[in-house]
């Protein structure tokens, strides 16, 4: 067959991914193999595939098909997240976009619409996937919103409510006024933001001129306030006891409290007291009974209560009431002042506290088996630092707020009464035999039509927190064979930030649910940023198109591109460079492929003893890798394992394997060494398969024939056997011998094809090796190789560790610059060796490192300390030449 000059990724892609679909082979049912499971971070039914998702997504792929080319039975479930906030937004907005207002729906007409939007742009992130080489179980795809993850969800609710984890009640919660939905305290972002501070004196009541100043960055607010309050210990305001405060602009009346909540330090000392709209205040509130006045309607306007300003939105407030509190003499100052404000993880607008009534999760019962399966490592995490955060957060987790006052997600399944109390069941018909089963029901006359059920839906992540059980049917089914083989799940590929939002309650949901860990390890992948270290994001326009990024080079340039510089929950600094590596890799696959099976093969020719002794190198080579990159993976270090890989067939394979071994031009190779090469040649396939599925599955196809139905991603990865560690270390010699014939060449201008002579003189009383000899003979093309006793005369020479070798040219030798070369050699080598005596020196180093590395140190002291006597010594006879 003719192979094409330059390697093709879009045709190759797109025929492999549609033989791979066609042929079932990322399709997995139980039986009787040891399974390998991982479910993916559903993304959000809204999403679009960017730079987060290639990486997070890119790492499963290799972990699956690693797995399945380890002779397990890998299953790698996908699918989405419905999203409840972000596609209740997108639809609202479509909508609009139709002139149709959301309030003039119906639930159900709205949720026609919502499913609508759904079936046309909810696959799209899925498809893209593909094009990334996703081997994942399409068969499998789930949707959180699907009837049996559905159901699931709403059977988890009653089953906690039962138990009495589960809640309603009056809090003060996060509120979302772009959404107009509670949020939990994990979905608000806290930024650091420049704000002003104010300085606003009230009158304190019955006096002609005494005031009390407060500190506040929110002036807004005081029209909601309902006490002012100082410390109990401040002496400067012990003579307020008992008095009633004057609020700004609206002359309300509210008592002076003394509390030690209070931070003398801060501002003035004394603290406005607005318990509707400040967690803080809001537990004063409760404390002293106070009155709550809600000034803000759920969309961040000004509400009747407020009576000034009405609605008008909250920050136009800020301004306005600035100015009529300056015209009324209430202003003392105003000061810059940088503090900490929460916005919406899901909208980006600034959190509203506000009270109101939801439904929370007891937390705390459910966090200390969760806390202590990751303290004990009977999960791991990747890089274990998380285990800090992770322990910070459980060992101080609240309550979870888990209503959402949106129409897009699981309803919660609670029915209310005539009389306001509620029955949770899991249908109204269901809620309406409770109820008659209850005394004080047993004679009324209640109907269907008298139960209403509740507005609100739950939390998407209370949908989440279940995936690794659902998408098995293992809360409906618990004891179905699905659940039984692929749980636990094997690993877990997500990002730091939703450690809380969600590894912690999935954690805490499969202890609950199955009496055992969701997965064994958690692999926390870093944030792709730019070459700046800003955050990759569409408004900075810094965000490439990964889509385009693969139609222009190659999904495997991408997946390598991206992995070479993310290491495990470190960032990515991200650069277009990166991934022209990864093209230039797969060129260097390609053409070594077209190299060798363009050589014809010979099989009459013995191999000739420089073929041998290079195969048996690259074995040794070769197993040295593996066992490494094996390690690596076992460690989670997925960006060392490919780099390994990289540099063992760029380095090792192409740029020395292959010219060793590589035949005369036009002549014929020796079958031994050509089976040799093709068979580490298919060996190194397997191995970068999981980073590079496309290309590696091409090239495996052209390499040898194939049946109709074979594929590399179904054939097992070599296994490392034995290798030489000595023949390793005398190649490395050889090499350096190699590179310095070669650095002869050039500065003398001696073209390759032009044979020299080298001669070796052997120190220390050291035996010559000769193992490499004919090797450096055929890639130094040199016609005459010995060993002397003595230094060559007309010579240039260089010395590799403490040997001297000499090269005998034509003509003069320019001794002078044969001398500055020297010279540099040995005060850099003194300078070395003085390092090295230093360390050794260091009493500490010497009894605490690990022997290996002490015995490592003095072998460079000994070697530095030969090469000085042998730099010495030539530096001596060419002085003596030059006299």
Not at 586 to 596: H, I, P, T, Y
Request: proline fraction near 5%; hydrophobic fraction near 40%; aromatic fraction near 12%.
């Amino acid at each position: 067959m003719e192979i094409a000059s330059k390697y093709d990724s879009y045709g190759v892609e797109d025929k492999w991914y549609d033989y791979w679909m066609k042929q079932g082979f990322f399709h997995s049912v139980p039986d009787e193999r040891e399974p390998y499971c991982i479910v993916i971070p559903p993304p959000n039914v809204t999403g679009v595939l960017h730079m987060g998702h290639m990486l997070n997504n890119t790492i499963q792929d290799i972990l699956v098909r690693r797995a399945r080319m380890l002779g397990k039975n890998a299953c790698w479930v996908p699918g989405t997240d419905h999203a409840s906030i972000a596609t209740e937004a997108k639809v609202v907005a479509k909508l609009r976009e139709q002139g149709i207002d959301k309030a003039s729906l119906t639930r159900d007409e709205f949720l026609e619409h919502a499913w609508e939007w759904k079936t046309k742009h909810g696959g799209i992130i899925l498809d893209q996937l593909k094009k990334l080489g996703a081997s994942c179980d399409w068969e499998r795809t789930c949707f959180t919103m699907d009837d049996g993850l559905y159901d699931s969800v709403i059977d988890v609710f009653i089953d906690l409510y039962n138990k009495g984890l589960i809640y309603r009640g009056i809090r003060m919660v996060n509120w979302d006024p772009k959404a107009l939905t509670a949020v939990s305290d994990e979905e608000v972002n806290y930024k650091e933001v420049n704000s002003k501070l104010y300085y606003v004196r009230y009158k304190v009541e019955g006096t002609q001129d005494e005031w009390i100043t407060i500190a506040t960055t929110r002036p807004e607010t005081i029209l909601g306030d309902t006490a002012i309050c100082v410390h109990p210990e401040d002496e400067r305001y012990s003579h307020l006891r008992g008095k009633r405060i004057l609020v700004p602009l609206l002359n309300r009346s509210v008592p002076m409290i003394f509390d030690e909540y209070v931070d003398r330090e801060f501002g003035t000392g004394a603290l406005k007291v607005t318990p509707a709209h400040d967690i803080n205040d809001y537990n004063l509130g409760l404390k002293y009974k106070l009155e709550v006045i809600d000034t803000f309607n759920p969309n961040g306007t000004m509400s009747e209560a407020a009576r000034l300003f009405v609605g008008e939105d909250r920050f136009v407030v800020r301004r306005k009431i600035t100015e009529e509190l300056k015209n009324n003499g209430h202003i003392v100052k105003i000061e810059e002042y940088t503090n900490k404000v929460g916005y919406s993880e899901r909208t980006d607008e600034v959190i509203e506290p506000r009270i109101s009534v939801q439904w929370f999760m007891k937390m705390k019962e459910l966090s200390k088996p969760a806390l202590d399966m990751v303290e004990d490592d009977t999960i791991l995490f990747h890089p274990a630092k998380y285990k800090n955060m992770y322990r910070h957060w459980m060992a101080n987790v609240t309550d979870w707020c888990i209503s959402r006052q949106l129409w897009w997600g699981q309803r919660i399944p609670a029915f209310y009464l005539p009389n306001g109390e509620f029955i949770v069941a899991k249908s109204k018909e269901e809620a309406l035999a409770i109820a008659r089963s209850k005394t004080e029901y047993r004679d009324a006359e209640i109907t269907l039509d008298d139960l209403k059920q509740d507005e609100d839906v739950l939390d998407t992540w209370f949908s989440s927190w279940l995936w690794p059980i659902s998408v098995f049917d293992g809360i409906r089914n618990p004891g179905n064979p699905d659940i039984n083989y692929y749980y636990p799940t094997n690993d877990l590929i997500t990002a730091p930030e939703i450690i809380f939002f969600w590894v912690a309650r999935m954690i805490m949901a499969g202890w609950e649910y199955r009496k055992a860990i969701p997965f064994k390890n958690v692999y926390f992948t870093g944030i792709v940023r730019d070459k700046q270290g800003r955050k990759m994001s569409k408004s900075l326009g810094n965000s490439p198109e990964p889509l385009d990024l693969i139609r222009q080079n190659g999904a495997d340039a991408v997946r390598v591109g991206m992995l070479l510089c993310s290491p495990a929950g470190n960032d990515l600094l991200y650069d277009d460079a990166l991934i022209e590596q990864g093209r230039n890799f797969c060129n260097k696959l390609w053409n070594a492929m077209r190299l060798v099976k363009g050589w014809p093969v010979d099989d009459s020719l013995a191999q000739p003893e420089v073929n041998k002794v290079s195969v048996d190198w690259f074995n040794s080579a070769f197993n040295a890798s593996l066992l490494n990159i094996n390690a690596l993976y076992d460690d989670y270090r997925l960006s060392e394992a490919l780099m390994a890989a990289y540099k063992l067939v760029w380095d090792d394979f192409c740029s020395w394997f292959l010219e060793m071994i590589k035949p005369a031009y036009q002549q014929p190779i020796d079958r031994p060494t050509f089976e040799a090469v093709t068979g580490y040649f298919e060996k190194l396939l397997k191995v970068l398969h999981p980073f590079m599925p496309f290309i590696t599955e091409e090239i495996w196809h052209i390499l040898a024939e194939r049946g109709s139905t074979e594929s590399i991603m179904l054939s097992l990865q070599p296994v490392p056997d034995g290798y030489d560690q000595s023949l390793i270390d005398k190649f490395v010699f050889a090499e350096d011998v190699i590179m310095a014939v070669r650095n002869v060449r050039k500065e003398k201008n001696i073209p390759q094809k032009e044979s020299i002579r080298l001669f070796i003189r052997k120190n220390n009383n050291e035996e010559p090796d000769t193992t490499f000899d004919t090797l450096v003979g055929k890639l130094c093309n040199i016609s005459e190789l010995g060993y002397v006793a003595e230094k060559v005369d007309g010579s240039v020479s260089f010395i590799v560790g403490s040997t001297e070798f000499f090269i005998p040219l034509t003509g003069t030798i320019d001794i002078a610059e044969e001398l500055k070369k020297l010279e540099e050699e040995l005060t850099y080598t003194t300078g070395f060796l003085g390092k090295v005596m230093q360390k050794l020196g260091n009493e500490s180093f010497v009894n605490h490192a690990p022997a290996a590395v002490v015995d490592v140190e003095r072998k460079k002291q000994e070697d530095a300390a030969s090469r000085i006597r042998v730099l010495e010594e030539q530096i001596r006879g060419l002085k003596v030449q030059q006299q």
